[in-house]
Nanobody, 124 residues
């Protein structure tokens, strides 16, 4: 059974940084592309960042480009999201997701597995 467990969320002041981690219990983790999404209260879940199975390709939402960096450690079955220069509008529950297609995916429908989420709150 596939499990994705996010960690690293918390409360941070505007301009600060957080690093999210997602540990995946997937035997063939290196064949999955991975993504991060977020959902703020009263809003739909939105794409944040994605990385291909090899780590060679990445994609970012315009709202986080230049501030967030997605990476993966295949030996540890983990994907990371480094978030710098955080803004109050980044406040949301952040979800990790896994996609069997190996390609960079930017929509929720393309992902096969989801974590439970971790709360990120940015104070002004």
């Amino acid at each position: 059974q596939v499990q994705l467990v996010e960690s690293g969320g918390g409360l941070v002041q505007a301009g600060g940084s957080l690093r999210l981690s997602c540990a995946a219990s997937i035997r063939t983790f290196r064949t999955y592309s991975m993504g991060w999404f977020r959902q703020a209260p009263g809003k739909e879940r939105e794409f944040v960042a994605a990385i291909s199975w090899s780590g060679g390709s990445t994609s970012y939402a315009d709202s986080v480009k230049g501030r967030f960096t997605i990476s993966r450690g295949n030996a540890l079955n983990t994907v990371y999201l480094q978030m710098n220069s955080l803004k109050p509008e980044d406040t949301a529950v952040y979800y990790c997701a896994a996609d069997r297609s190996r390609l960079v995916a930017t929509t929720t429908l393309e992902y096969d597995y989801w974590g439970q989420g971790t709360q990120v709150t940015v104070s002004s």
